[in-house]
Every structure is written in structure tokens, then in C-alpha cells.
């Protein structure tokens, strides 16, 4: 992980699409949905060598995408320069799933929403 592309602490919402369903841990969500989660980080550009980024895109390691509001990726849609625009890799087993946004934020609508909830409910499933 490297520091933010603005080298400063980000801290609002962002949307991601969920690029696999297919582990225990994001069983409760579908491919292509997109949802709206915090992030509160300064190191959260995820950076590798050119060699890692094509293994882990040919072995289908993104789980989560930054994107738009409507599921497209484009680099405004990035906030911290991330490659690929990843927010979230899944291991090859499909057991442990790294991320930057925070789910445990957005469990209940006083929170200001639920999208989190799958991902929660797949993790405490899973455990």
C-alpha cells in the first residue's frame, strides 16, 4: 500500500462493484452490484509490480472495484489512485478478503445505510 495519490488522509463515501460472489465471505452480495461504503485511510493506494497486478487479474483476485455510482470504472471514481481502480482482493482459497472501505460502517441506516451488511453477514457466517 502506498500513500493517497494526494498524499492526505481521505475520509467520505465511495462506490464499489463487486466483481466475485462466489466465496463465503461475499455470498450476500451479486456480481456487478454496486454499493456505497466509507473509507477513512492515507495508504490505501494499492500498488504491485506489473508482473503481480497480471496474476492477480488473471487469477480473479479483485473482489471489489472503485467505480461509479452506476457500476463504471473511471479514475474519478478512484480516490486514492489504486491500480485497476481495486478496493478489495480476495484470497486464492476465497477465505480471507482484504479492503480498504470500511462495511462495519454502514450496518444500519442510522449509520446513513446498510450496504455493508452482506459482507458483515458473509464474514460472521464464515467464521
Known amino acids: 500500500m502506498l500513500m493517497n495519490r494526494t498524499l492526505r488522509f481521505i475520509c467520505r463515501d465511495v462506490h464499489l462493484r ?28 494499492w500498488f504491485a509490480s506489473p508482473e503481480v497486478v497480471h496474476h492477480v487479474e488473471m487469477g480473479g483476485a479483485v473482489a471489489l472495484r472503485y467505480c ?22 480476495l484470497s ?13 460502517r454502514r450496518v444500519r441506516m442510522l449509520l446513513g445505510g446498510e450496504d455493508g451488511v452482506g459482507l458483515i453477514r458473509g464474514l460472521v457466517e464464515a467464521a
Do not use: Y
Not at 20 to 30: G, T
Not at 92 to 104: D, K, S, T, W, Y
Open 92 to 104: 486464492r482459497e476465497g477465505n480471507v478478503l482484504g479492503m480498504m472501505p470500511h462495511p462495519e
Open 68 to 89: 461509479t455510482p452506476k457500476g463504471e470504472i473511471e479514475d474519478g471514481a478512484n480516490p486514492n489512485g489504486a491500480l485497476n481502480a481495486v478496493a478489495g482482493l
Open 18 to 45: 463487486v466483481e466475485r460472489d462466489d466465496s463465503p465471505l461475499l455470498r450476500h452480495l451479486r456480481q456487478g452490484q454496486v454499493l456505497r461504503l466509507p473509507i477513512a485511510h492515507k495508504e490505501g493506494n
